[in-house]
């Protein structure tokens, strides 16, 4: 299975978790969608101009932190919440991030983020275990 089957999987996997997830996407290096998007269904927040933007601004975030891996270790994932949506982030291989948004109203995001991360390592795709 190629990397960008194997993304698509995952995004796939984690929109079943639960219908509280409003977007999944695995964007690269660079900040480009490369797998996942919107749940069917659901409107973005920001208008379809404003998400590159968003995806670059997670990557430079992340390469940013690998800053104080050598203090800290590597980054797990990174989560924040605001005042209208909730977002978990993980690194995946080769310099990929895993974004997805959830909705404020989800109560169980730290279970969501625990099922993220088993399935990110069950598939071989998180970076800090590899």
């Known amino acids: 299975m190629s990397s ?16 509280n997830i409003r977007f999944v996407g695995v964007i690269n290096g660079m900040g480009d969608l490369v797998a996942g998007g919107m749940r ?28 104080q891996d050598a203090e800290f270790g590597k980054t797990i994932y990174s989560f924040s919440e605001r005042e ?4 978990a982030v993980f690194p995946l291989l080769q310099s990929h991030l895993l974004m ?10 730290n279970g969501l983020i625990e099922n993220i991360l088993n399935l990110t390592m069950e598939n071989d795709l998180h970076a800090t275990y590899t």
Request: net charge negative.
């Open 84 to 87: 209208k949506i909730k977002f």
């Open 40 to 67: 069917e269904g659901v409107q973005s927040m920001e208008d379809k101009d404003s998400s590159p933007k968003l995806y670059l601004e997670f990557a430079l975030r992340s390469e940013m932190r690998k800053d």
């Open 4 to 19: 960008a089957e194997s993304f698509e999987l995952l995004c796939d996997n984690i929109f079943a978790l639960s219908p």
């Open 100 to 109: 997805v948004s959830i909705e404020k109203k989800e109560t169980n995001h």
